[in-house]
Structures are given as C-alpha cells and as structure tokens.
C-alpha cells in the first residue's frame, strides 16, 4: 500500500513538472524558482526519499554524459563534483530513511529527468555544455526547493536532519554553476 501511494505521488509530482516545462533549451526550465511554494515538493517521506534519489540520479548520470560529450574542463570538474557529492547524499538519504524503519527502493529518474538526459544524449561539445549548465542550474534549483521544504516541514525527523544536511551542498552546487560562463 504505502509503494503504491509513493508511485503515485512521486509519478502526479513528475507529471505536474513536466506539464510546465516546454521543449527545447525550455526543458530545463522547471516549475520551481528558488521562493516558490512548496506545492510541488513533498512533506511525506517515502515521496521526499524517491524524489531525493531521483535528483541524484540526475545529476550523477548527466554528470557521467558530460565526461563523455562535454568539452569546458571547467564544467568537466564541476561534473566530477557531481558525481562524488551527489553519490554522497545519495547515500545519506538512503541511510536516513534505513534509520526511520524504511526500506526505500533504489532511486530512479521521473519522466522530466528521463527527458532531460535524452536531450542532453543528442548533443556533444559546446552545445552539450551549454545545456548541461542550463539544466544543472534547473536541477538545482528544484532540488534545494526539495531539500528546504522537507527539511522544514517533513515527517520523519532523520529525513529532517538528512534534507538540513543536503541544503548547503545544493546551495554551493548552484551557486557553482551560475557563475560559470562558457
């Protein structure tokens, strides 16, 4: 029962971020500015727990894609950092969760950021970078909105801790990212 529920939500959230994201360089514009309301964004943690992974998931396999399409050595670094940080929360996440009693499925990537990886697959070299860097600024946004929401009003106090844990990684990974130029 509580899986079912979990797919639910996690897949009514995903739906709900793509249905504002339009093609193009546009798909990595998502739904949640930094300030925006927490709508979208759960406080319930085995929905918190699939969307935390999932953003993981994202950053480490675009991550691994820029290794192998990118050319900035600057974004090639700042994508190493993703890979080891993100595997990092991942982690955190999953053992915050382990601790709460749950035994949380391994994390998997929501249509939104399916697509996002498939646009970033039909690109290489410069054109690649710029929308890596477009998306990262996207994913990063969204996921401190994840992060803060839940770390100030989840259900389960070692997801609260984790989420507190994750918002200033987040926070330098975005600020990172927007001063880089290309």
């Given at each position: 029962?509580?899986?079912?529920?979990?797919l639910?939500?996690?897949?009514?959230?995903?739906l709900?971020?793509c249905?504002?994201?339009?093609?193009?360089?546009?798909?990595?514009?998502?739904?949640?500015?930094?300030?925006?309301s927490?709508?979208?964004?759960?406080?319930?943690?085995?929905?918190?727990?699939?969307?935390a992974?999932a953003?993981?998931?994202y950053?480490?396999?675009?991550?691994?894609?820029?290794?192998q399409r990118?050319?900035s050595p600057?974004?090639?670094?700042?994508?190493q950092?993703?890979?080891?940080?993100?595997?990092?929360?991942?982690?955190?996440?999953?053992?915050?969760?382990?601790?709460?009693?749950?035994?949380?499925?391994?994390?998997e990537?929501?249509?939104?950021?399916?697509?996002?990886?498939?646009?970033?697959?039909?690109?290489?070299?410069?054109?690649?970078?710029?929308?890596?860097?477009?998306?990262?600024?996207?994913?990063?946004r969204?996921?401190?909105?994840l992060?803060?929401?839940?770390?100030?009003?989840g259900?389960?106090?070692?997801?609260k801790?984790?989420a507190?844990?994750a918002?200033?990684?987040?926070?330098?990974?975005?600020?990172?990212i927007?001063?880089?130029?290309?």
């Open positions: 029962m509580k899986t079912g529920l979990f639910s939500v996690a897949a009514a959230m995903s709900a971020a249905s504002s994201v339009t093609g193009g360089s546009d798909m990595a514009r998502g739904p949640m500015e930094p300030g925006a927490g709508d979208m964004t759960p406080n319930q943690a085995m929905p918190y727990v699939a969307m992974g953003s993981d998931m950053e480490i396999q675009s991550s691994q894609l820029h290794h990118g050319q600057a974004l090639h670094r700042f994508a950092m993703m890979i080891d940080h993100h595997t990092q929360t991942t982690a955190a996440t999953m053992a915050a969760a382990r601790a709460a009693g749950m035994n949380p499925p391994p994390p990537l929501m249509p939104m950021q399916r697509a996002m990886i498939a646009r970033l697959q039909g690109l290489n070299g410069a054109a690649f970078d710029r929308e890596y860097r477009t998306q990262q600024i996207t994913a990063h969204m996921a401190l909105n992060h803060s929401n839940y770390a100030s009003s259900d389960t106090p070692s997801l801790t984790s507190s844990s918002v200033p990684i987040v926070q330098q990974h975005l600020t990172e927007q001063g880089m130029t290309l």
